[in-house]
């Protein structure tokens, strides 16, 4: 068994690290109360570190020391089993990703105090609140990647206020933040505290203290300067709003906008490159995983396994030789290679992606319409934009205020121009292979999920790259040259373009963005591309209710082709775009704001 380092001078910061420390490895440890400037920081000490002989532990390391406990059967009548604090965790309804749920649950069930029930993905509030009465959980956990998961966290902390509970909810995952908790969820269950964890660690030193093991800090004091920074959030939005009466003084109107938006040259001297085909493509079986462990960006890899080096040694491979990381940098990669190997090996992974190119431009409302054929008469559906209408610092700047609708030709230019889709996904087989797993190995289950991951984000660079130098081909060409084509492959147009890619980036000035990325914050135009590409059939990639991705592995975007298309932001809305995108979209403001609730003023 893995022994981990123990260094009460440099390695113990706070009570915490020494619960955890003792609860992993089963030593017993005297604790020094050092470091401790505030309460809020021993909650948010990075309790999963390691470094070469300091005392400190990596979470790599610590789900390693933990997946080689044997998990034991659970007894109602076991020694301590009602003793043990429970805590219920679950994805929220529509979430389908649990990676980072899964690590905090796993380091959880490792502390003898504690007892887990682990609920998975997409548990809908019925299931929820039910487990919470029959386990009588102390402690419950919610976790969502995506924005419109923070709606149906709000809704379980209304059910939790309506049955009369105090329990503390802890929020965690990519969607959520601090003030987001604050404004979103926290204001719908006023009996008991609602936290924001930012990950694992922070989650393991939160779960201690509301549970006493920390004697540094006690829960009363956490909860009480948590729900005191959360109302001066509250406070200030309310201060800012008092002092900008009406309260998008902060905003221009949307006419305003429109008439200073990006101006393109649609000019016939700068014509729009033009599609090998239109329509969907799919790239079926073909798909080789050995082509894509080869193409890896290894970087988002050592993000998931919490493991960040210094300068300069902060990327692949420079943070092998980082002090403090670099050794269990370097395992966990000689880990993953060889599972990926094997994965290759055993065909134990799918990977399907489809491509699709379409007829495209956009009249004066900010609205990107499809066409199915060259006449261009009558669209087949529409794609809505929102645009930018926050002020900008200088009222004489001559900044642009930016929608995806200004990357496509208008339609009264005579411009004939196009818009293309992707959608990839390296994570058809995962729940079967992660089913094989062990439930008490962290360690092995993170990584496969890991190796799902680090293929699909290198099956969606392939693709867009081969989308921007190879199926986008330089105007003069003849439309529709692969069209004939049944299958794409990423053969097609040699193997100069996969070298391109190495050397400067995917897709010669093909921008891919997504619905629900910041240029588009409205998840429900996820529902057009799904339509449109017949997603769901090419690659067996659904949508769940909240417009979540299942599987999650899976990664999917708008190819716009003008080179001055650029990533941005849309931020703010102020009421009347709200009301000009509900009537375009044809739906009731209400219901058009609950999707866009964050990007409101």
Request: proline share 5%; with cysteine; hydrophobic share 40%.
């Amino acid at each position: 068994m893995e022994t981990l380092p123990i260094d009460a001078k440099s390695g113990r910061k706070m009570n915490v690290d020494a619960v955890l420390m003792d609860a992993v490895t089963g030593t017993q440890s005297t604790d020094a109360q050092t470091g401790c400037e505030t309460r809020r920081e021993a909650a948010e000490t990075a309790v999963l570190r390691y470094s070469n002989g300091d005392g400190r532990v990596l979470l790599p390391a610590l789900l390693r020391h933990v997946s080689t406990k044997p998990e034991a059967p659970v007894s109602n009548d076991g020694p301590g089993f009602h003793s043990r604090t429970v805590v219920v965790m679950a994805s929220v309804f529509g979430d389908c990703y649990d990676m980072g749920k899964n690590v905090v649950a796993a380091l959880l069930a490792a502390l003898p105090w504690v007892r887990v029930i682990d609920l998975g993905v997409s548990v809908p509030l019925y299931h929820i609140m039910d487990a919470v009465h029959t386990h009588k959980a102390a402690i419950l956990g919610l976790s969502a990647l995506i924005t419109p998961s923070l709606n149906q966290m709000a809704l379980v902390a209304a059910a939790l206020q309506e049955n009369g509970l105090a329990i503390p909810l802890l929020i965690g995952g990519a969607a959520t933040t601090r003030k987001n908790t604050a404004i979103c969820i926290a204001p719908h269950y006023r009996r008991g505290p609602t936290i924001h964890a930012l990950d694992a660690s922070r989650a393991l030193a939160i779960v201690s203290i509301l549970t006493g093991r920390d004697p540094a800090t006690s829960s009363a004091d956490l909860i009480t300067d948590i729900q005191e920074e959360q109302r001066d959030i509250r406070n200030e939005i309310l201060r800012k709003e008092a002092e900008n009466t009406p309260s998008d003084m902060s905003l221009i109107s949307i006419e305003k906008a429109r008439a200073n938006k990006l101006s393109l040259d649609w000019s016939a001297s700068n014509p729009p490159p033009l599609p090998a085909f239109l329509g969907s493509k799919t790239y079926g079986s073909s798909i080789n995983l050995d082509t894509l462990i080869e193409h890896i960006n290894w970087d988002p890899f050592f993000q998931i396994m919490h493991l960040s080096g210094t300068y300069p040694h902060r990327r692949y491979p420079h943070i092998f030789q980082d002090p403090v990381v670099g050794l269990e940098a370097r395992r966990v990669h000689n880990d993953i290679s060889k599972l990926l190997t094997h994965i290759a090996t055993e065909k134990l992974l799918a990977a399907r992606a489809v491509v699709w190119f379409a007829p495209a431009n956009t009249d004066n409302s900010d609205d990107i319409h499809i066409y199915n054929s060259e006449l261009r008469d009558t669209p087949t559906s529409t794609l809505h934009g929102l645009r930018q209408e926050s002020r900008r610092d200088n009222d004489n700047s001559s900044d642009p205020f930016h929608c995806i609708a200004d990357f496509v030709a208008p339609i009264h230019t005579q411009v004939q121009d196009y818009i293309g889709g992707m959608a990839v996904t390296s994570g058809l087989g995962l729940a079967d292979l992660l089913a094989t797993i062990p439930a008490h190995d962290a360690y092995t289950r993170l990584l496969t999920a890991a190796a799902a991951e680090c293929l699909t984000g290198a099956l969606a660079e392939l693709v867009h790259a081969q989308a921007g130098r190879v199926f986008w081909t330089p105007a003069g060409s003849v439309v529709g040259c692969l069209q004939a084509c049944a299958e794409l492959r990423l053969e097609i147009g040699g193997l100069a373009w996969r070298e391109a890619l190495k050397a400067d980036g995917a897709g010669r000035g093909v921008l891919r963005l997504a619905p629900c990325f910041p240029q588009q914050p409205d998840h429900v135009e996820m529902r057009t591309l799904w339509r449109v590409m017949d997603v769901e059939l090419h690659t067996g990639v659904a949508l769940t209710e909240t417009m979540g991705m299942r599987p999650v592995m899976a990664v999917n975007g708008l190819l716009f082709s003008h080179p001055r298309s650029s990533c941005f932001a849309v931020g703010k809305i102020g009421r009347d775009q709200l009301v000009d995108y509900a009537a375009r979209r044809g739906e009731s403001i209400d219901a058009v704001e609950k999707w866009l609730a964050l990007n409101l003023e």
